[in-house]
């Protein structure tokens, strides 16, 4: 589409000839104006003309029947120009478009413009406010624009950001959060459980015996069981908290507003999930299957330990976990007693 032409460039035009803009209908006066209205209405551009006094189109180009349907004659009052507008914009636009115009001030303003047929065409109107020698406000005159390609452009463009924000902050492999987005976010929990005071819990899981589960069956086979163990993790933690691949074969749940009793119910459920999955590893000491190692832990936020220190406490809890067998639950509870103390729980 052809760029909007710039307002300076519309208003001197319209200046130059708005005695000739009448209402439609009638012919222009002479041949010079004949043919400048021969132009004016073979452009894409829509003109039109509204007396400030009465709120009256004093003119609207013809092509705007063929773009909305309705006809010259049914554009009487801004009335008309409110109602056709989609009611999500109206407000909106006509509010902004009154006050620039109460002000003086030229101005621009998108909306999306109903059709007669139903539909909705977006329209940029490129609005010049002409004053009376008293400085009053005495007309606007402008040009409707179809941006409706444009619109679509800027639609794809942003679906398109959208897509490439996603990738940037998930898993390639399974789907879930990435360590980028794992930040992110437990940053922005904790300064939220810090503004509340409700506690805030970490579960960090790692795959037992994944290294000798890939020399065994493969680095294929590997990704397939990450994939899977991600599936089952994400049910059992449910959409109201947030699953992250850590590294390797390591996830993370970031679990707002959970108590440690929560979270190690949460924890529990993700252990009965996966032995019920039943992934076989006929190298695991634990049932031939794919178990995990769980290291939970609860803070209130702020509460003499920061977000890094509280991250490897969870950290130093899943190593506890490991340490004593694996296929286990190791937590630490700093919530509990409002940070005095710790309560350690293993299962």
Known sequence: MSPTPPASTLEATFLRHQDTLTPPGPAFGDQDSAVYRTLLESTKAIPWKIDWATMQFAYIGPQIEALLGWPPSSWKTVHDWAERMHPHDREAVVNFCVSQSKAGADHEADYRALTRDGGYVWLRDVVHVVRNAQGEVDSLIGFMFDISERKRTEEQLMQLQKELEFLSYSDSLTGVGNRRMFDNVMAREWEAAKASGKPLSLAMIDIDFF????????????????KRIARVLGEAAGPEHFLGRFGGEEFVLVLADTDAESALRVAERCRALMAKEGIAHLRSPHGQCVTASFGVGTVLAGDGIDITAFINLTDAQLYQAKENGRNRIAAVDRAGMRGEAFTMHSR
């Open 211 to 226: 290294k000798s589960y890939n020399d065994y069956y493969g680095h294929v086979q590997g990704d397939e069981c990450l």
